[in-house]
């Protein structure tokens, strides 16, 4: 059974700083693309980062571009989201997920991944 479990999320002032951990279980994910999603009260969930199983390929969304980091530890199986700079605009239930996918392929529609983890709580107050 695959699992996916975030942790790192919480409360942070505009201008902090957190870092989201994902760490997986129940498969070798050393070969799946992989990606943070996140979603604000009342709006639909959308694509923050992808990256690709062999770590070299990312994408980040416009608006976190900069501020947001996406990397992968192959060796044991997790995937982390550093996010510098935060906007209240940040503020949302963030969301890992996970495919099979080519050494390079990087992943950005939701409906292409398969494994998605219950998602961590991150607000930013002004």
């Known amino acids: 059974q695959v699992q996916l479990v975030e942790s790192g999320g919480g409360l942070v002032q505009a201008g902090g700083s957190l870092r989201l951990s994902c760490a997986a279980s129940?498969?070798?994910?050393?070969?799946?693309?992989m990606a943070w999603f996140r979603q604000a009260p009342g709006k639909e969930r959308g694509l923050v980062a992808a990256?690709?199983?062999?770590?070299?390929?990312?994408y980040h969304t416009d608006s976190v571009k900069g501020r947001f980091t996406i990397s992968r530890n192959g060796g044991d199986n997790s995937m982390n989201l550093q996010m510098n700079s935060l906007k209240p605009e940040d503020t949302a239930i963030y969301y890992c997920a996970a495919v099979p996918g080519g050494e390079y392929t990087i992943r950005v529609l939701e409906s292409q991944y398969d494994h998605w983890g219950q998602g961590t709580q991150v607000t930013v107050s002004s």
């Open positions: 129940g498969g070798s994910f050393s070969t799946y693309a």
């Open positions: 990256i690709s199983w062999n770590g070299r390929n990312t």
